[in-house]
């Protein structure tokens, strides 16, 4: 993983100056803020679903979880977010990782997503 965007529970670490993966982490991220959960109106990106990025030249693993293990939408979702990510320019193939560890809580999620429901 990146150092920009290894998982971690508290706030996201400092980005580094940026290199070729990191500027495709940041076109991978604005696609994955189209991609909404179906439950909440948030993007997944806003909501913290997105736990970090793993390279192998121009293949990447994107980790990311749900905010219910039992979501009925788990594989739906995990397509549109490796389709989201093949259209980034220098990406050859992407690959999409649900983990459950550490859990999502909404202590994950964005400033601005936690004004959105009321948590600041």
Known sequence: MTEASAPSA???PSIPA???A???ERAITENLKKIYDPEIPMNIVDLG???G???KGDDVTLHMTL???GCPVAGILAEEVKAAMEKVPNVRSATVDL???P???PDRMSEFAKRQFGYM
């Open 10 to 12: 508290g706030s996201p």
């Open 99 to 101: 983990v459950w560890e």
């Open 22 to 24: 990191d500027e495709r």
């Open 103 to 105: 859990p999502w809580t």
């Open 49 to 51: 679903l997105i736990y």
């Open 53 to 55: 990025f793993e390279w």
């Open 67 to 69: 905010t219910a293990p």
């Open 18 to 20: 940026a290199g070729p």
